[in-house]
């Protein structure tokens, strides 16, 4: 497989359900991210994983618990969700520190519904 | 404070024709890279075309160019011959400085009709 895989394509979920999704890059980046993309909104950048590290994390509710296991592997676990966190998660990687401005590849994202 | 302006909010063109998608940018780092993403209903985030900020040439991608402005801080997305599957939402993004993450405008949804 080449680029960026998420799983699943698509989750319903209960307010009160755990669930994980998951992303995988195979193209050797370094860096990794998760996205969020609500309608009629622009794209919110929730984490960043540098080196395995989290180097960022936008003020986004504890609700939401990245791991990032490998370079090549990252999760954000869900819990007790809320309605309004429906939307389209979108994991992407890139290559840093390679010299000029990286751009990021993206996975085809999840598409969240919290019911 | 928003980075990345789009205005258009949506746009009809014609098949066959060109569209021009508009882009400002505010950012007061030297070096920064400019970048166009299309994503159809199915949500990927598609990698269109790159300008850098040294780039002397305007970026060409196939029926892709962009008509980097860099004094008046735009990056429009010119899409020559517009073609069915060109049908989709457009975002213009921007990394700057060192570690700047890449950062979203609101999008232009494209609609190509026959």
């Known amino acids: 497989e080449t680029g960026v895989t998420q799983t699943p394509r698509h989750l319903v979920m209960g307010m009160t359900n755990k669930k994980s999704l998951k992303c995988e890059q195979h193209l050797g980046h370094n860096a990794m991210y998760w996205y969020k993309q609500s309608a009629k909104k622009p794209l919110e950048l929730m984490f960043v994983y540098s080196l395995e590290e989290r180097v960022e994390n936008n003020s986004v509710p504890s609700r939401f618990s990245p791991e990032c296991p490998n370079s090549s592997h990252l999760f954000l676990h869900l819990h007790t969700l809320q309605p309004e966190d429906s939307a389209l998660y979108l994991c992407?990687?890139?290559?840093?520190?390679?010299?000029?401005?990286?751009?990021?590849?993206f996975g085809s994202g999840t598409r969240l519904t919290v019911v | 404070a928003q980075k990345i302006t789009q205005t258009q909010p949506g746009m009809f063109v014609q098949e066959k024709e060109a569209v021009t998608l508009d882009c400002t940018y505010d950012?007061?780092?030297?070096?920064?890279?400019l970048f166009w993403y299309k994503q159809p209903s199915s949500g990927e985030m598609i990698f269109l075309i790159y300008q850098g900020s040294y780039d002397e040439q305007n970026a060409t991608e196939g029926r892709y160019s962009l008509n980097f402005q860099k004094a008046r801080k735009s990056a429009n997305l010119v899409i020559s011959a517009s073609q069915l599957g060109d049908s989709a939402m457009y975002f213009c993004a921007m990394r700057d400085g060192s570690w700047g993450k890449l950062q979203f405008g609101a999008g232009t949804q494209v609609v190509v009709t026959p």
């Open positions: 992407a990687s890139s290559q840093e520190n390679s010299g000029g401005v990286q751009g990021y590849t």
């Open positions: 950012t007061s780092d030297q070096s920064y890279g």
